[in-house]
């Protein structure tokens, strides 16, 4: 598990770096007055909870989730922004999906779109959105377990949804990788190899049936085909996107 980075390790652009990318998006989309914003996974705190006291007050609730995360957010949990999402409840316990980023980094985001005159009415993690997708085009299986990939240049997210529910997240972050081609290959599945091997033995999660991958860009490295068993389909989270419109 990762702790939450901040101040020269955040993981989005600092001070005016952030400022001409709000102006470049912003120039990119028309001027929006509204916008949701889905960021790189890194700058949150992403967990699969669970909870065996879950109070009904909503304050308390929110105390009772950060002082069980405290010991990886490395931050006071006065200055962190929580959003959870409640996957089941059993009597007194739930199970939560978790997303925490510091507050004041959060919020300079949103002001610097606040500036130009667009307010930002949702941030949220990039795996959590593709979550989302495949919620919406209906390709998590009710029986099985269904793996989310999300790789870019810079991390690898690891979702499990466990008969249409999140059971298990890993985020790693690749910066630390060397770059060259083959020692990336390798160490891309081995992380592959031990995450999946801890979904099934720690975890104890149902037969993975399904892999939805997003690469971006696309074209980046993904070895993982030789570490699944027999059967399991792999798709490209890009076949659930409407086609381009031409020109």
């Not at 490395?74 to 996957?87: G, I, S, T």
Request: charged fraction near 25%; proline fraction near 4%.
């Amino acid at each position: 598990e990762e702790a939450l980075s901040g101040g020269a390790d955040s993981f989005l652009p600092q001070d005016e770096a952030l400022e001409r990318a709000a102006e470049s998006l912003m120039t990119h989309l028309g001027a929006p007055k509204r916008l949701s914003l889905v960021v790189g996974d890194p700058f949150f705190k992403i967990q699969v909870l669970a909870l065996e006291e879950f109070p009904r007050d909503e304050k308390e609730r929110a105390q009772v989730i950060l002082w069980q995360l405290r010991k990886t957010l490395n931050a006071p949990l006065d200055q962190v922004r929580l959003r959870y999402e409640v996957l089941s409840r059993t009597g007194g316990t739930a199970s939560l999906l978790v997303a925490v980023c510091r507050e004041a980094e959060a919020a300079a985001l949103e002001e610097a779109f606040a500036r130009r005159g667009c307010h930002v009415g949702f941030l949220g993690p990039s795996t959590l959105a593709l979550l989302s997708l495949a919620e919406v085009r209906g390709v998590l299986p009710s029986d099985g377990c269904a793996l989310l990939v999300n790789r870019t240049q810079t991390y690898l997210s690891l979702l499990f949804v466990d008969r249409g529910i999140p059971a298990f997240f890993r985020c790693k972050d690749l910066s630390t990788f060397e770059r060259e081609e083959q020692e990336e290959t390798e160490r891309l599945a081995q992380e592959m190899r031990l995450t999946l091997a801890y979904y099934r033995d720690r975890v104890g999660g149902s037969r993975l049936s399904s892999v939805w991958v997003r690469r971006h860009p696309q074209g980046l490295a993904l070895p993982f085909e030789e570490e699944l068993e027999e059967g399991v389909r792999v798709e490209d989270f890009a076949s659930l996107l409407p086609a381009a419109a031409s020109v």
